[in-house]
């Protein structure tokens, strides 16, 4: 098994606890849960995923390579976001390859290192860089989220 294969592993098994935990209630950090409907089969997905502030405004901002959630929100024309009890229906605007750099450079620039990081990790930028993670715009998809 190769290394990104056991990263990806891990991360699900992550994403299953903090998911698990939401429901009960616990509410931590920038996560909620993203429930939306498979491109494909129509069935209600659920995802633990961040939602980040910048510039007064929310976004969704891809973090893997080839995350199944990514698809799905660009075919949904709405969405449920939870966090703790607390459910609100939303829709995910996607930015723009241009109007995404200004916006993954200020996400970088103001987060902990391990943001950054994680991006060069996952193979969306070429280092861990505010410039390096923004010239990667068009391998990251990033999501206003609108209140419905």
């Avoid at 098994?1 to 056991?6: C, L």
């Avoid at 060069?120 to 715009?137: I, R």
């Amino acid at each position: 098994m190769s290394s990104q294969q056991r990263k990806r592993r891990l991360v699900n098994a992550a994403n299953f606890m903090m998911i698990g935990l939401q429901r009960v209630g616990i509410a931590f950090g920038p996560m909620q849960l993203l429930t939306l409907a498979g491109r494909r089969t129509g069935k209600l997905r659920t995802f633990a995923i961040a939602v980040v502030p910048v510039a007064g405004q929310h976004y969704i901002v891809q973090a893997f390579p080839k995350a199944a959630w990514v698809a799905n929100a660009r075919a949904a024309d709405q969405v449920t976001l939870t966090r703790g009890r607390r459910s609100r229906l939303a829709r995910l605007v996607e930015l723009p390859v241009e109007a995404r750099r200004p916006v993954l450079r200020q996400l970088v620039t103001e987060s902990p290192a391990s943001v950054g990081k994680r991006y060069a990790d996952n193979g969306l930028s070429p280092s861990p860089s505010p410039d390096d993670v923004a010239a990667s715009a068009e391998r990251i998809a990033v999501f206003r989220v609108e209140t419905v």
